[in-house]
């Protein structure tokens, strides 16, 4: 990463981010992950749908990344940096309904709730940008455990790492879709 940050990012990386990036956002916008009804049941776990979507992509992006050998960087895994992070992303969830891509894909959709998310998000980024050097030194780095991965962390080659991600979301698919099957009006006792 500090390479293309060095020498800057060459301009087929970028075309090809740019290309991917809309393909996917086609795809979030036809399984309705930027509709804030289904975010909404999804987190009051009426309706599984956003998850298994999520939960796929995941598996495809692993399979994809792993067959292409093209991981550009891995980030530090720095706890307080994910934890701060992740509670400022559950808050700002929370509170608009969209996460990054489905709020850029909400965006896109002409819905104007989503400039909310983008104007808080470049907001966030200008302010962490600011005071990056003071949180760097108190609270990013003396948390710092390095960039672990699943297979780095279980002494697994990168393919088995890979392969456990896999069984592991796909049998929480399984689970799932098993909870969440509507049972017949004889299973549920009316």
């Not at 940050?5 to 996917?24: E, K, Q, S």
């Not at 698919?173 to 017949?184: E, G, Q, T």
Request: aromatic residues 12%; hydrophobic residues 55%.
């Amino acid at each position: 990463m500090t390479e293309f940050v060095r020498v800057g990012t060459p301009l087929n990386v970028m075309f090809l981010g740019l290309i991917t990036g809309i393909a996917f956002g086609f795809v979030i916008f036809k399984s309705g992950a930027s509709r804030y009804e289904n975010i909404l049941k999804m987190l009051l776990l009426k309706d599984f749908k956003i998850l298994k979507f999520m939960m796929t992509t995941v598996m495809v992006a692993s399979v994809g990344i792993f067959m292409l050998d093209r991981v550009l960087y891995i980030a530090p895994t720095q706890i307080l940096r994910l934890v701060v992070g992740g509670l400022i992303f559950g808050v700002g969830f929370a509170l608009l309904g969209y996460c990054p891509g489905t709020g850029m894909v909400a965006l896109g959709e002409g819905k104007k709730d989503a400039w909310y998310g983008v104007l808080g998000g470049l907001l966030g980024t200008a302010v962490f940008a600011h005071f990056y050097p003071i949180l760097n030194r108190l609270l990013i780095t003396p948390y710092n455990l390095g960039k672990l991965t699943i297979h780095s962390v279980l002494g697994l080659s990168y393919g088995l790492g890979v392969l456990l991600l896999l069984v592991v979301f796909g049998g929480a698919l399984l689970v799932i879709n098993k909870l969440a099957a509507p049972r017949s009006k004889k299973e549920s006792g009316l």
